[in-house]
């Protein structure tokens, strides 16, 4: 079984704080993306990388970073948290050849 | 572009009824279509896809979707709802790597409700 596991589960900031959300999978799986998830909007898709060291935008960039350093770990970056940043942040997986996304538990992450 | 349209972000059946979730896409290629399925302060679980093939898709907990390209419809069914499947309910589509593409789009999700 795929395993992909985040770094927190809830998680509680100050306004300006930098915020790390790591995600680790144990598949050897290329591609990862960071998504957020919001009531009534679904999930939209920050940041993807296909490779170590490579990143590509998604729909909604601004306000966050990522970091790929090995291939089992992607890490999504708010440099300076705002409070429209509290939201759910999902991380997915899937290898070069299946189409099949793999998800995390989940961060929900609070800003005050 | 591709697109996905849930109608109805809040669905309630009685337990022993049909469940119909209704998913609409659009996209410029031909497309690979999703449910994923979230439990409470859970991740996504994948239900059911369609890739190519047969465009009757059977998925896991008796769910099961047809592609209709004509309509551009790619609705989740199950023909008796049980208490453990309320939830929400999220339809995707990806235009696949093929067309260099595998961003997965989602919908904005229906809540299932069960009544008992």
């Known amino acids: 079984d795929v395993k992909v596991t985040q770094s927190s589960r809830y998680l509680v900031k100050r306004t300006g704080e930098k915020v790390f959300l790591e995600c680790v999978q144990d598949?050897?799986?290329?591609?990862m993306f960071w998504y957020r998830q919001d009531p009534g909007l679904g999930l939209r898709l920050i940041y993807f990388s296909y490779d170590v060291k490579m990143k590509e935008k998604g729909d909604i960039p601004e306000g966050y970073s990522v970091s790929r350093e090995k291939k089992e770990r992607f890490s999504l970056i708010l440099e300076s948290a705002s409070t429209n940043q509290t939201s759910m942040y999902l991380c997915?997986?899937?290898?070069?050849?299946?189409?099949?996304?793999?998800f995390g538990p989940g961060t929900r992450l609070l800003v005050l | 572009a591709q697109s996905v349209t849930q109608l109805g972000s809040h669905v309630s059946v009685s337990e022993g009824a049909l469940v119909l979730l209704r998913c609409n896409y659009s996209s410029s290629v031909p497309p690979y279509l999703f449910w994923y399925v979230q439990y409470p302060n859970q991740g996504l679980q994948l239900l059911l896809k369609y890739t190519t093939g047969a465009t009757l898709v059977k998925g896991i907990n008796g769910f099961e979707a047809e592609f209709k390209k004509s309509e551009t419809s790619f609705h989740l069914t199950k023909p008796s709802a049980h208490m453990s499947d309320a939830a929400e309910y999220f339809c995707a589509v990806s235009e696949g790597k093929d067309f260099g593409n595998e961003k997965l789009t989602f919908g904005t999700g229906t809540r299932l409700t069960i009544i008992p």
């Open positions: 598949m050897d799986h290329e591609n």
């Open positions: 997915a997986t899937t290898t070069g050849t299946e189409e099949t996304q793999y």
